[in-house]
C-alpha cells in the first residue's frame, strides 16, 4: 500500500522498537505489562527498557512541547540505538469529521507556527527546504491496522465511542495548547490556503518527525483525539486522557507490535 504516493520502506531490525508516550497516564499501562523491566535515567528522563509483546523495547516519555520530545528522540536514538520510534498520544481534531473518540494514523507532519518568513515560505523548516516531514510508510500501514482492530474491539467501544473511526492524514504541531474555536478555525484555514489539509493538532509530532528524518530513522504516529481544540479543549482533555487515552494506545501498541512480529 502506498501512502502519499510514497513506497513501503523500511521495517526495523532486531534493534529495540521506541514507543514514546505524549503522557505519564499512557506509559503507565505499558510499563505494567514490560518483561524484565529495567529503568535507565538519561538526559534528565527516564527510560525503560525490557519485552513487549515479543519484542525488545524502549518506553520514554515525549513531555510536552517541541524541544522537549526532539530531545527524547535524539536521546533513544543516540543511547539507546532504537530501530525505529513509535508514538502515541492525543491531539486535538481539526479536520472535519475528526470527532473526540477518533484515532488518526499521521501520514506527515508540519509545524504550524513555523515562520521565518519574508526569509523562508511561511511553514518551510529553514535550510531544510521542507515544510512537511513524512512518517514511514510501512509502518504506518501497520500502526493504522492495529488502530482499527482496536477501535472495534469490546473493551474500548465501553468508553462511549462505539462510533469511533480511524483517519490518515496530515497532523500539525506547534508549541501551543489550542482551545478557541476561532483559533482552531483560522489555524486550519490559514493551513489549507497554503495547501495543507490538517486533521489534528498537537504539540510534539513535528519535532520527532524532523528528528527522525535527520537520522534516517523510520518512525510512525497515532493519536486519539480529545478535544475538538475549541473553547472546551482544556476541560475534554484531562479528563479524557485518564479514561480513554491510555486503554486506546496500551491495544493499539499490543497490535502493532504483534503485527511487526509477523512481518
Ligand atoms: N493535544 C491534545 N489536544 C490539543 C490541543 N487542543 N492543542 C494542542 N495539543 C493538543
Not at 66 to 93: H, P, S
Request: aromatic fraction near 6%.
Amino acid at each position: 500500500m502506498k501512502i502519499n504516493g510514497m513506497p513501503p520502506t523500511t521495517m526495523p531490525s532486531l534493534a529495540p522498537v521506541a514507543i514514546l508516550s505524549a503522557l505519564p497516564q499512557e506509559q503507565r499501562g505499558l510499563i505494567n505489562l514490560l518483561q524484565n523491566p529495567r529503568k535507565v535515567c538519561h538526559a534528565s528522563r527516564d527510560f525503560w527498557l525490557g519485552g513487549l509483546h515479543g519484542h525488545p523495547v524502549v518506553l520514554a516519555l515525549s513531555r510536552i512541547g517541541k524541544v522537549a520530545a526532539a530531545t527524547t528522540a535524539t536521546a533513544l536514538i543516540e543511547r539507546f540505538g532504537v530501530g525505529c520510534i513509535i508514538f502515541t498520544g492525543v491531539a486535538g481534531g481539526l479536520g472535519e469529521g475528526v470527532k473526540v473518540g477518533d484515532v488518526v494514523v499521521a501520514t506527515d507532519f508540519i509545524q504550524h507556527d513555523m515562520d521565518a518568513s519574508p526569509l523562508f515560505p511561511r511553514y518551510q523548516v529553514p535550510l531544510y527546504g521542507k515544510t512537511r516531514f513524512p512518517c514511514d510508510p510501512a509502518l504506518s500501514v501497520l500502526l493504522f491496522a492495529a488502530s482499527q482492530d482496536a477501535l472495534s474491539h469490546e473493551s474500548l467501544a465501553v468508553h462511549g465511542f462505539q462510533q469511533a473511526s480511524v483517519h490518515q492524514g496530515l497532523i500539525a504541531s506547534g508549541d501551543r495548547f489550542v482551545c478557541g474555536a476561532g483559533e482552531a478555525r483560522q489555524l486550519r484555514q490559514a493551513m489549507a490556503s497554503a495547501g495543507h489539509d490538517v486533521l489534528a493538532v498537537e504539540m510534539e509530532g513535528a519535532a520527532v518527525a524532523q528528528v527522525c528524518s535527520d537520522y534516517r530513522l523510520p518512525f510512525a504516529v497515532m493519536r486519539t483525539i480529545s478535544d475538538r481544540a475549541d473553547d472546551s479543549a482544556h476541560v475534554d482533555f484531562p479528563a479524557f486522557v485518564q479514561a480513554v487515552a491510555s486503554p486506546y494506545a496500551q491495544v493499539i501498541i499490543k497490535n502493532f507490535l504483534e503485527l511487526l512480529l509477523k512481518k
